[in-house]
């Protein structure tokens, strides 16, 4: 297998890829269908904007969003039965039901800790420590501009946490769990060991002053762009859309079974951030994982890091035990 060179790299020689926008296949239907799939992912971000911006203090509150994120969610689990990218991708009792596991214990065990520990709970203290003023004059800045800097100061801290994970080994321990999904569904974000799941989610956006409203319209960028990074259905996505946002074919890439095609795609949200850096890919994968394939279980996935850690110590620090010569 020859793969294809992009830059200094030669994608695609481990595993099958496709690179480049012009080799993807289209959305296959009538002209409804084509308009719809063309359309449902900007008309998604742009009606929850217009609702974010406009709705009544009474409506706009964290409790809202919570409710809105779980109706699309199951809207675009409806889209992955009816309309599948790829029929290997399509999810099974098992996935379902492995998938939920994760996805409960963020909205439970990490949120929890989150609260003691993460990233809210630091910055409280290490603006309390040095007495720091806080930058207020962020609350003057146009309600879209904080939006759009709140989800952009958050995502591009995680792209270098993320591409941190891909090069460190003691991260990379944490990370490696979630590179053995084997297919793409809509709740594979939150599949994962729950180290990296918290480290993931750790940002510096707390240093600033931002209005409540500015915080629920970046939510808007999370949900409507970046839930799309894991899902299996196919869009005719807008060109302008793949320059700027995260796609499907950009995180399938990431989780492709080729090593060089997993070093790309590190941001959620702004793949423009991975354009500037030098580390986006345009192209889709369909076969994902590492080892052949290998499908991780979730006990395995719970002590990974611990257990692959102990072993590469025991490696370099052990003592080799040499034969002694019977007498």
Known sequence: ??????????????????????????????????FV?????????????????????????????????????VLLLTMEWFFPRHESWRLTWKELTTDL??????????RT???????????????????????????????LVQAFMISFIFDFGQYWMHRGMHNWYPLWLTHAPHHFITQLNIN???????????????????????????????????M?????????????????????FNTTEHHSLHHSLDYEATRSNYSGTWIFIDRIFGTCVDGEAELLGMEGGRRM?????????????WKTLKEKFGRPVTAVPAE
């Open 1 to 34: 297998m020859d793969g294809v060179r992009v830059g200094k790299r030669v994608i695609g020689a481990e595993s099958p890829v496709t690179v480049g926008w012009e080799n993807l296949p289209r959305v296959e239907g009538g002209p409804l269908k084509q």
């Open 297 to 309: 279980s979730i006990r395995e996935q719970m002590h990974y890091p611990f257990s692959e850690a």
């Open 101 to 110: 596991f994760f996805v409960g214990l963020g909205y439970t065990i990490l």
């Open 113 to 143: 800790v989150d609260v003691y520990i993460g990233d809210g709970a630091m910055i409280a203290a290490i603006q309390k420590a040095f007495d720091w003023d806080k930058f207020n004059w962020f609350t003057g800045l146009p309600l």
């Open 37 to 73: 799939f063309t359309w449902f992912q900007p008309t998604v971000l742009f009606a929850l904007l217009a609702f974010w911006y406009y709705a009544p203090n009474s409506i706009a509150k964290a409790s809202t969003a919570i409710g809105i994120g779980i109706g699309f969610k």
């Open 224 to 244: 409507a762009v970046s839930t799309y990074q894991h899902i299996n259905v196919r869009f005719n996505t807008p060109r302008w859309w793949r320059f700027i």
């Open 188 to 222: 594979k974000g939150a599949v994962g060991n729950p180290v990296e799941l918290f480290l993931i989610g750790l940002g510096i956006g707390g240093f600033f002053d931002f209005l409540p409203r500015a915080a629920l319209l970046a939510g808007t960028f999370g």
